[in-house]
Each structure stands twice: as C-alpha cells, then as structure tokens.
C-alpha cells in the first residue's frame, strides 16, 4: 500500500475548511468518498471538493473496498458506535477530538483497540514545559458576543507576548520596545496532523496521538465538567 484512500463520515462544518481539503493536499493521500445523512448535502460536498463518491448511509461507506481509512467527524456522541463500525470493517481511523462523548466511552473503545488496529487521535494541541512555566487557559463558548475575546497572552519577566488563536499577529511588548509580527494561518489547520496520520498509515512514522493519549485527554476533560 503506497497511498492513504480516504472516507469522512460527517462532512460538515469541520470538514469543509479545517480539514477535508487537507486530505488531497498531502502526499499519498487521496480524499475518495464523503458521507452525511442529508444526501443533498453529501452530494454537495463531493461536488464542490471534487471527491469521486458521496453517501447518506455509513454501512455503503465502509463497504466501499477502495477505501482504507476513514476520518470521523462527527458529534462526539457517536464517535464510539462509528468507531466501533470502522474496526469491524478493519479500516484504519482518524478520530476528531474529543474522541469520545466522555472518558467511560473512551475507556470502552481504548479496550476494543488491538495491536492490529490501526487509530489516530486528533488532539493535536500539547504543551510540555520542561522549565516549570504554568500555562492556564480560560474557554467560554456561551458568551454573550459582545463579550467575545479571543487572546493568548504570555507573561514573562521581561514582557508580554500577545496573540489571538484565530488572528494573523502577534504582539511582542517590553519596557525595551513594543512589535508586532504578522503571519498568515494555514487555510486547513488540520494538514499537518494529516500529513503526520498518513505517514503514520504508511508505516513512515510513529503514531501522532494514540488511543491511550487520548483516553488521558479525556479523563481531565471529565475532571472539569464532573
């Protein structure tokens, strides 16, 4: 096997711009099928991403023999019955974050996994501070959108570094001088996770985010809400 077939199951939102287009980017990668309920909008999809095969259905999905790796992309609700799915049809998964609706399903599907499946884990995100900086983060998402803010501000003993997650600059204030950098964000935020799950498919590399890094993921999550 020298190229990664794709299917998405959910192509949505997420799909349409921060991931789906990423799949045909990368090399030995090929986005071959999308599924949604709505056929219409399956079908739309396809058309406008010029993927050759669209379904309302994920069963006729799976049975497509061309395919061999699926990303779902669905509602965390039915990442672990989708999955399920995959594995039975022994198909190789890109799973979007969170994996599962909450860490019992994550430990469920973490013990269905065996040596000879084949999962990626889509939390891409990791901070490791060796120096001891603590990083803490506040998310709203219900705020009111007057309310809104999106920044990232690191404290230093210097200065500040200021940034927005979805912005195109960064802020670099000390008592020496103030500057800003401006950049442009990748279009498909997901490609190089992408890239790195593909290579990882090929046997090229090792896996990006396993199951059990994932199931960590979750057990914190499941900390916070209770």
């Not at 090929?30 to 309302?56: C, G, Q, S």
């Not at 995959?86 to 998964?93: E, G, S």
Request: proline share 4%; net charge positive; aromatic share 10%.
């Amino acid at each position: 096997m020298d190229t990664i077939n794709w299917g998405i199951i959910g192509a949505g939102d997420v799909a349409e711009v921060k991931s789906g287009p990423a799949f045909n980017k990368v090399k030995n990668s090929k986005l071959l099928a999308v599924m949604r309920r709505n056929t219409a909008k399956a079908k739309d999809f396809a058309e406008r991403h010029h993927v050759p095969f669209w379904y309302d259905s994920i069963d006729d999905l799976l049975a497509n023999k061309d395919i061999n790796a699926v990303y779902i992309a669905t509602p965390p609700s039915t990442h672990l019955e989708i999955a399920k799915k995959c594995l039975a049809a022994k198909k190789r998964i890109y799973l979007e974050k969170p994996m599962t609706l909450n860490a019992t399903e994550a430990k469920e599907l973490n013990k269905i996994v065996t040596e000879n499946d084949t999962i990626v884990v889509a939390h891409y995100r990791r901070i490791n501070f060796k120096n001891g900086v603590q990083f803490r983060g506040i998310w709203n998402f219900n705020a009111n959108k007057r309310e809104t803010k999106d920044e990232c501000k690191i404290y230093g003993t210097k200065g500040t570094i200021t940034f927005s997650f979805y912005g195109e600059k960064v802020m670099l204030s000390s008592d020496e001088k103030s500057e800003v950098f401006n950049f442009t964000n990748p279009k498909n935020i997901q490609e190089p996770m992408i890239e790195a799950t593909v290579n990882y498919f090929l046997k090229k590399t090792k896996n990006p985010c396993t199951i059990k890094e994932g199931l960590e993921v979750m057990k914190v999550i499941d900390s916070f809400i209770g």
